[in-house]
């Protein structure tokens, strides 16, 4: 038997394209694959933190109740009673939690204090000093930027996030079948568990990056609206139909009315009041206090409708001298109702980063979105591997020579 009268197997050819799509995959993997990994983790993490706080700090978990929650001035008297030194700089609230108070400045070394929202009664306080971040704080930290200087690391998450939209769509390229026949179909749409390592590690890279594609997707294209200006303003002009974006410029108070009309706690509670009377529905809130040594800074005030949703927030500045309104660009202050498509969308970006705009399904969603995508980096990785290994041994393997197939 002469093997040599065989007819050779003759391979189809790739296309241009798809080998371009090839080596884009694999090298733009390679160079981002750690960062991806790190910014997927944390995602998953950070996705939860509200239910996760809720079952550790379970004394932060505050029954409705029909009466309003405490004043500004009443939260601002009860950290200077327990800190006289300290100055407060904001409190959030989310309607079935306590009060979270900062006091200080960030991450200079600041205090957290916890309050009930009815009683004012002080829950918990923690210390942190400077450089010291809660958990949550440093998991956030490391999804913006890799716990490196903002400086230095946001840009690499940044960027490295703009290389993973280019590796998901090379991926859907590499993925599609050639013909679409049972068996590719099965190749492309299920995990063949009982194969062998390489085999399995396959599949999940390719079958779980299909399925995972329009979440990992939707997280990544939404996440550098944070972090790249070039792209939030250009995503706003293609969604706003040519409307420029502006900047955001905080407005200021006017200084040369200081110590004339109210005194900070006079005007933090009048402003409270003007906005709860606009928004008695609701069910969360962020204000800033004025910083009273800055005679030019102002109140900010924030309004959540929707437990556990920010989309439709409210956002409101005043003066801290004279409690007057002031006015800033419409595209951020106005409402969720009352705005066009690419504000809406804007308004929504975050919702839709985390998947709270679907609600706790969404939430879920997120997170095995990022879950899988923090494995595609190790499943690639470990793919290539595999390949370059086998590249070797096939180089090292000694070829049989014609006399051995002649006698056959």
């Not at 969604?239 to 974006?245: D, E, H, K, N, Y």
Request: with cysteine; hydrophobic share 40%; proline share 5%.
């Amino acid at each position: 038997m002469n093997f040599f009268s065989r007819k050779p197997v003759v391979k189809k050819k790739r296309s241009l394209f798809y080998r371009i799509s090839a080596w884009l995959h694999l090298w733009l993997g390679l160079i981002t694959g750690i960062v991806m990994l790190i910014v997927c983790v944390t995602a998953c993490i950070w996705v939860f933190h509200d239910e996760i706080t809720r079952l550790t700090e379970p004394e932060t978990v505050i029954a409705r109740q029909d009466k309003p929650v405490i004043t500004p001035s009443q939260v601002k008297a009860i950290a200077t009673a327990t800190y006289p030194g300290k100055k407060p700089g904001y409190a959030t609230y989310q309607q079935g939690t306590a009060i979270y108070l900062s006091l200080g400045e960030g991450r200079k070394g600041n205090t957290v204090m916890r309050l009930h929202p009815y009683t004012g009664e002080v829950i918990s306080v923690k210390e942190n000093k400077p450089g010291e971040t809660d958990f949550f704080r440093f998991i956030l930290n490391g999804h913006r930027f890799l716990w490196m200087p903002a400086e230095i690391g946001r840009p690499i998450v940044n960027y490295s996030t703009l290389t993973f939209v280019i590796i998901l769509i090379t991926g859907m390229v590499l993925w599609w079948p050639q013909k679409w026949t049972k068996a590719t179909r099965d190749q492309s749409f299920k995990i063949k568990w009982k194969a062998s390592f390489k085999r399995v590690n396959y599949d999940l890279h390719n079958v779980l990056g299909f399925y995972s594609l329009l979440v990992v997707l939707a997280m990544a294209l939404t996440g550098m609206v944070y972090g790249i200006k070039w792209y939030s303003k250009g995503l706003y002009w293609v969604t706003s139909a040519g409307q420029t974006l502006p900047d955001f410029k905080r407005p200021q108070s006017d200084s040369l009315q200081a110590g004339k009309l109210y005194t900070p706690e006079q005007a933090m509670d009048l402003v409270w009041g003007k906005v709860l009377s606009k928004h008695p529905e609701a069910e969360g809130f962020y204000y800033t206090f004025a910083d009273t040594s800055k005679p030019k800074a102002a109140i900010n005030i924030t309004i959540y409708p929707t437990t556990g949703k920010f989309y439709n927030n409210r956002s409101y500045a005043f003066d801290q001298h004279t409690a007057q309104q002031l006015k800033g660009d419409k595209v951020f202050e106005i409402s969720f109702q009352e705005a066009g498509f690419g504000t809406k969308l804007r308004k929504m970006n975050y919702d839709i980063h985390v998947g709270s705009i679907l609600g706790l399904p969404g939430k879920i969603l997120a997170f095995f979105g990022a879950l899988i995508g923090a494995s595609l980096p190790v499943t690639g990785f470990l793919v290539w591997l595999g390949r370059k290994r086998k590249g070797k041994k096939s180089v090292g393997k000694k070829q049989p020579t014609a006399k051995a197939f002649q006698a056959v």
